[in-house]
């Protein structure tokens, strides 16, 4: 099975930017879909965006549609989640996800098999 290990969270104000990785191993990352969720305090997890095994489908929540963009080098095991114009609502600890239906990544926690144990972001205004 694969391990996933989340990095690149902090803290940074409203409007700047912050880019997550998401480093696999024990599996190659081609064979996954994966996805990025995230879950603040007292709230479910959210869905936050998702990519497929080729890279060539993402699909985003409404919430971070047009600011956060997903992508993904299969060469070095890596999936990313560049985060721009933050906002305090995006304060939470962020998920990657791998699934084993790689086609195409789903919108839903239960569409993933593997959890990375997540990474904090923290936005001030």
């Known amino acids: 099975q694969v391990q996933l290990v989340e990095s690149g969270g902090g803290l940074v104000q409203a409007g700047g930017s912050l880019r997550l990785s998401c480093a696999a191993s024990g599996r190659t990352l081609s064979d996954y879909a994966m996805g990025w969720f995230r879950q603040a305090p007292g709230k479910e997890r959210e869905f936050v965006a998702t990519?497929?095994?080729?890279?060539?489908?993402?699909y985003y929540g409404d919430s971070v549609k047009g600011r956060f963009t997903i992508s993904r080098d299969n060469a070095k095991n890596t999936v990313y989640l560049q985060m721009n114009s933050l906002k305090p609502e995006d304060a939470a600890v962020y998920y990657c996800?791998?699934?084993?239906?790689?086609?195409?990544?789903?919108?839903?926690?239960?569409?993933?098999?593997?959890w990375g144990q997540g990474t904090q972001v923290t936005v001030s205004s």
């Open positions: 990519i497929s095994w080729s890279g060539l489908r993402t």
């Open positions: 996800a791998a699934s084993n239906y790689r086609s195409s990544g789903s919108a839903r926690v239960t569409g993933y098999d593997y």
